[in-house]
């Protein structure tokens, strides 16, 4: 008998311990790196704010993130060594379910590396020598079994220029290869590494982070990044948790206005699938009571999109918001979702780039210009039968739900004033008649606070997805490129010797193009972008910088995917490509 309660006793207590370790919550562990590079030997420019973004990261993640463990490595602690070390002992003491989060703040650069895809490695800098680059960090991270870690980096990709009240987070120029008039860099902004890590950058790929000095006095992505992790400002669905979506939204909207005021662009970017990373706040979500929503009196037409192809951008995953992410119900808290589209009003048009073609009416392939074989004869098409210009239908929910949607059709000046972007929206011909170019707004109201999954639909084209944070009786704006199916588009800019310095009025022309009879040529905008909007999909495209001669342009052919947006950022090393 006492054998047999002996027996009970003990199972009693493995029952109990067992209940115990199930009921341990994950950790939230956290290692910052920060270094104004004074005193460094390797001739690194010094910053001045790099390590006070650290210490605000630090104090932050203790008291709204309840992390229960952040290392901090400041000035000449920020060296490849410590970064190792620190990697290696989150992984030895961090399992899949702790959420881990690194930070570094400081200059990032570029380095040449013949095996990388374009010929070039992101890196970050240390304090001196050796540099980490990317494809090193990524080495590293691998051992971290985690599958809640964010890597946020405050920096630049490449050079920058100081200048008053500001600094960039970037040394040196993007280099370029001898004998090279310049190099063509490709979606540097879709991650090559870091599978199953999240990326937050502080800025776009061809883009430099700044740090401001006087009443921010931080770095401006730090700056907003530490302000989204109070719940008061980034719980954008009120349930008690900040996730990495919602402090990423609520801070990228900020900084690329901030910016703004310092005649500066600085867009910060995600990376990788962050849906359900709770990184401030409570553990566990607790989603408030749910209220009625709005009533759609006029539910939207259904239109005949194509079936659902590549993501539309190769950066985004393809379901933006993934299903770990704590749900949005209508809290009371509401705002307005703007969705500024490349999608053409007419069915029947096909967009150009080159103003001085137009599209065949019968084949949308066949480009029609000055040396086209496909050109009208005079006379021709007199006879066809009259039909009318037809406009697309457009649909676009939002979480899975309608909600009252005003859809506007506007030109090229008026995408402009809406978005702030350049982007030609070329001709189309209707019955002999050459027609500009509309495009779609969709206005989404009486939406829920929190981050969303908005779906559109359009008549010939893919179904495309967008991630979209809502915050109270704000309006969420978002430039939402797409391309007819089966053809991609070229988001393009010119950049003389760093990202500070574009190009405006460069000549680029194309002397290939698939399935298009003209050479496409374009003029850089004012702030040295260019685009070409529904290209046929193809694998041989090729740019050139220089019309009248055949310069050496490195990394210059490229492939246009259908759904797909190309990003190209030219780099050249003079400022006319015929200077010696």
């Known amino acids: 008998m006492d054998s047999m309660l002996t027996k009970l006793r003990w199972l009693v207590m493995v029952v109990g311990l067992f209940a115990a370790l199930g009921s341990v919550q994950a950790k939230r562990v956290a290692v910052l790196f920060g270094s104004n590079y004074t005193g460094n030997s390797a001739g690194i420019p010094p910053l001045e704010l790099c390590e006070k973004d650290a210490a605000l990261m630090e104090k932050t993640l203790k008291s709204h993130g309840r992390f229960d463990d952040v290392k901090v490595y400041l000035g000449r602690m920020v060296t490849a060594n410590n970064v190792e070390k620190a990697i290696e002992e989150v992984a030895n003491e961090t399992d899949e379910d702790d959420t881990v989060v690194f930070y570094f703040s400081g200059h990032g650069t570029y380095q040449r590396n013949k095996d990388a895809p374009d010929g070039l490695d992101n890196v970050i800098v240390m304090f001196n020598r050796p540099h980490i680059s990317e494809l090193q960090l990524n080495e590293w991270l ?304 009486k939406v829920p606070a929190g981050v969303h999954e908005v779906i559109i639909e359009a008549d010939g084209y893919p179904v495309l997805k967008r991630r979209v944070g809502v915050e109270k009786n704000q309006v969420s704006k978002e430039l939402v490129v797409a391309s007819i199916t089966g053809r991609g588009s070229i988001e393009g800019k010119v950049f003389y010797k760093n990202f500070e310095q574009p190009m405006a009025g460069h000549e680029i022309w194309m002397p290939t193009v698939t399935g298009v009879n003209q050479i496409h040529k374009f003029k850089t905008l004012s702030d040295g972008s260019f685009w070409f909007l529904n290209l046929p999909a193809s694998a041989n495209y090729q740019l050139m910088v220089s019309f009248l001669e055949n310069s050496p342009i490195e990394n210059n052919r490229f492939e246009v995917r259908p759904g797909g947006i190309t990003k190209l950022d030219v780099v050249l090393n003079r400022k006319s490509v015929r200077d010696r």
Not at 295 to 300: I, N, R
Request: hydrophobic content about 30%.
């Open 142 to 445: 691998e051992e971290v079994e985690s599958t809640k870690t964010v890597f946020v980096f405050d920096c630049c990709h490449a050079g920058g220029i100081g200048r008053q009240n500001k600094k960039q987070r970037g040394t040196g120029d993007v280099p370029v290869g001898d004998g090279s008039s310049g190099i063509v860099l490709q979606n540097r902004n879709a991650s090559r590494y870091f599978d199953n890590k999240v990326v937050v950058a502080s800025s776009d790929a061809n883009e430099t982070s700044i740090e401001i000095r006087g009443g921010i006095n931080q770095g401006i992505f730090t700056y907003y990044f530490a302000q989204s992790l109070n719940p008061a400002n980034g719980d954008l669905n009120k349930d008690r948790t900040v996730t990495i979506f919602e402090a990423f939204e609520w801070t990228s909207k900020r900084v690329t206005s901030s910016a703004k005021q310092y005649n500066h662009k600085q867009t910060p970017q995600l990376i990788g699938d962050g849906s359900g990373i709770q990184i401030a706040g409570e553990f566990k979500p607790s989603p408030p009571a749910p209220q009625p929503g709005p009533e759609v009196v006029d539910p939207q037409p259904n239109p005949n999109p194509s079936p659902v192809g590549p993501p539309p951008n190769p950066v985004d995953p393809v379901d933006p918001v993934g299903p770990t992410e704590p749900e949005v119900v209508n809290h009371g808290e509401q705002g307005q979702i703007v969705l500024a589209t490349t999608i053409l009003k007419s069915k029947y048009a096909v967009s150009s780039m080159n103003p001085n073609d137009i599209i065949g009416e019968n084949d949308p392939h066949k480009i029609i210009g000055e040396t086209s074989p496909y050109k009208r004869k005079p006379g021709e098409g007199q006879n066809r039968e009259k039909r009318k210009d037809e406009d697309r239908l457009v649909k676009a929910t939002v979480s899975g739900e309608e909600f009252p949607v005003k859809l506007q059709w506007v030109n090229e000046y008026q995408l402009r004033q809406i978005t702030g972007e350049q982007i030609p929206l070329g001709v189309y011909s209707f019955q002999g008649v050459v027609k500009r170019n509309q495009v779609a707004i969709i206005t989404i109201s």
